[in-house]
């Protein structure tokens, strides 16, 4: 008996593996019989693609049915299978005719089929979308999931909305809606607020600008209404525009999401704001069948932590790996599933209390829940002081804007780049010692300052990043006292801290 042959893709992360659905038709008793390793969801496909095939006018066969998907030690889960199984059932009984079985290789199908032969959307079109554009093949999907799948620069496809549109396709007598890509307009950068409207803190935007060029991670000690997070939420706004890889890198974690992928937000940095009783898995990712965390949400864009002593410290340890290596790798038992976590992380806090012995203990425990390992990761620590009531009830006065600021940040990020390939933060030991050098003075000015801060040799290190981010923002070529004064004045607070 004949053997029909299609390709679909599975979901492992944001990986998008190719399976391989085969359908074989034997005589026999009528049984209808799932292998390849399928988890409930799809199991429960034998009985969706049988109502769909019968509801859409085909012939379900009576005789002794076997689909494999392959390969076989791939965990297979939720429905997005069923329009792939549909159409090998219907092209092994001879219900297709002999030019469409020949063009099956070429062709790679998802879609979940409804009891009436409906075809719904699946989670991680965009993944499949590029998976399935990088292997020449085309793609037919759920005409409701298009507008993921037309992100993907170059993709080749059909959107259908019943199986018998699908089957009228192979078959040469219909033309479903093509897909074309259409690149969505660049989102606002400044959409969430711009920088003029924060009053006061001078010293604050410009540690904002200077963290945003060179990619910093940043903490903010402040008392409450101070601007912690106006000035976090205003971030995005002066971090250069993202570019179409990165914005499909930001939409692709989204799309595996329950929530799934809302294109309205293609292009625009994520700000992710997560409340301090989240948990390790919330965090990072996880979960029986992994799934990306707030720290990938927040790819290529930024990670807010308010109150950050309130974290659980088991937590907050997790994100140092992350913050080193820009990705995250999530292992189970079954399987194992990396996500990107390229993320700038502003993180706020208010100041320890003081005053009474009861108060310096309170301070010390409350301190105590930032390690010193996590406390190295950050480059900018900066106090944010209360703005005065007079200067709140005084018209702000015109300071400079989002996007006056933007500019500076993408000219000095551009000169990182075209001098070493990654922004300053990225740069590794080797990079820092070829990238960053100083002159007797500054080395003995940088050498006092670790000792009398009893800083860590990571923290020399980030303060030399910090202080080729300061002098690229200026558009200084070398990096002198002043220079590397602000970038030690922006870390002399790490002596607040308990480092273990």
């Known amino acids: 008996m004949p053997i029909a042959k299609i390709h679909s893709r599975a979901l492992l992360g944001i990986d998008a593996p190719t399976v391989t659905v085969e359908a074989h038709v034997a005589p026999g008793l009528p049984a209808f019989t799932l292998v390849g390793l399928p988890?409930?969801?799809?199991?429960?496909?034998?009985?969706?693609?049988?109502?769909?095939?019968?509801?859409?006018?085909?012939?379900?066969?009576?005789?002794?049915?076997?689909?494999?998907?392959?390969?076989?030690?791939?965990?297979?889960?939720?429905?997005?299978?069923?329009?792939?199984?549909?159409?090998?059932?219907?092209?092994?009984t001879g219900q297709l005719p002999a030019s469409a079985n020949q063009r099956l290789d070429a062709i790679e199908c998802l879609g979940e089929l409804s009891l009436d032969g409906g075809v719904r959307p699946i989670r991680g079109t965009l993944s499949a979308a590029r998976a399935t554009r990088d292997a020449g093949r085309e793609l037919i999907l759920p005409a409701q999931g298009r507008g993921e799948a037309e992100l993907i620069p170059g993709v080749r496809g059909r959107a259908v909305s019943h199986l018998s549109e699908a089957v009228g396709y192979l078959a040469g007598e219909r033309e479903p809606e093509r897909l074309v890509h259409r690149p969505l307009p660049p989102a606002d950068p400044a959409k969430d607020g711009d920088l003029a409207d924060v009053r006061g803190q001078p010293r604050a935007k410009r540690a904002l600008a200077i963290a945003a060029a060179g990619g910093h991670n940043l903490l903010l000690i402040g008392p409450p209404g101070a601007g912690k997070s106006m000035l976090a939420q205003r971030l995005a706004g002066i971090l250069p525009p993202l570019t179409e890889t990165e914005a499909l890198a930001v939409a692709e974690v989204a799309a595996v999401t329950p929530n799934g992928f809302d294109p309205?937000?293609?292009?625009?940095?994520?700000?992710?704001?997560?409340?301090?009783?989240?948990?390790?898995?919330?965090?990072?990712?996880?979960?029986?069948?992994?799934?990306?965390?707030?720290?990938?949400?927040?790819?290529?864009?930024?990670?807010?932590?308010?109150?950050?002593?309130?974290?659980?410290?088991?937590?907050?340890?997790?994100?140092?790996?992350?913050?080193?290596?820009?990705?995250?790798?999530?292992?189970?038992?079954?399987?194992?599933?990396?996500?990107?976590?390229?993320?700038?992380?502003?993180?706020?806090?208010?100041?320890?209390?003081q005053g009474t012995e009861i108060q310096s203990r309170a301070a010390q425990r409350y301190r105590a829940k930032v390690s010193g390992p996590l406390l190295d990761r950050i480059d900018i620590h900066l106090e944010i002081p209360r703005v005065p009531a007079a200067d709140l009830d005084r018209p702000a006065e015109p300071g400079e804007d989002s996007a006056t600021i933007r500019d500076r940040v993408i000219a000095?990020?551009?000169?990182?780049?075209?001098?070493?390939?990654?922004?300053?933060?990225?740069?590794?030991?080797?990079?820092?010692?070829?990238?960053?050098?100083?002159?007797?003075?500054?080395?003995?000015?940088?050498?006092?300052?670790?000792?009398?801060?009893?800083?860590?040799?990571?923290?020399?290190?980030?303060?030399l990043k910090l202080a080729r981010s300061i002098a690229d923002y200026d558009q200084r070529p070398t990096i002198d006292a002043t220079v590397l004064a602000e970038a030690i004045g922006y870390r002399n607070l790490e002596r607040m801290f308990a480092v273990s």
């Open 39 to 92: 988890e409930t969801a799809v199991r429960e496909s034998r009985d969706r693609v049988r109502a769909a095939i019968l509801s859409s006018g085909f012939e379900f066969p009576p005789r002794r049915l076997t689909v494999n998907l392959a390969p076989a030690d791939l965990p297979k889960e939720s429905a997005r299978f069923d329009l792939a199984i549909a159409l090998a059932i219907l092209a092994a």
């Open 264 to 353: 309205a937000t293609f292009g625009r940095r994520p700000f992710r704001a997560p409340h301090h009783s989240a948990s390790a898995v919330a965090l990072i990712g996880g979960g029986s069948q992994p799934g990306p965390g707030e720290i990938s949400l927040a790819h290529h864009g930024t990670l807010f932590l308010d109150e950050l002593p309130e974290f659980d410290r088991r937590v907050l340890e997790a994100l140092r790996e992350p913050m080193e290596v820009g990705s995250v790798m999530i292992s189970r038992a079954a399987r194992q599933a990396t996500f990107p976590a390229d993320f700038q992380l502003v993180a706020a806090m208010n100041p320890s209390p």
């Open 412 to 463: 000095a990020r551009q000169g990182m780049l075209d001098r070493q390939g990654v922004v300053n933060a990225r740069l590794g030991a080797r990079g820092v010692a070829e990238q960053i050098r100083l002159e007797r003075t500054e080395r003995d000015m940088l050498n006092r300052a670790i000792e009398q801060l009893q800083l860590s040799g990571r923290a020399r290190e980030r303060i």
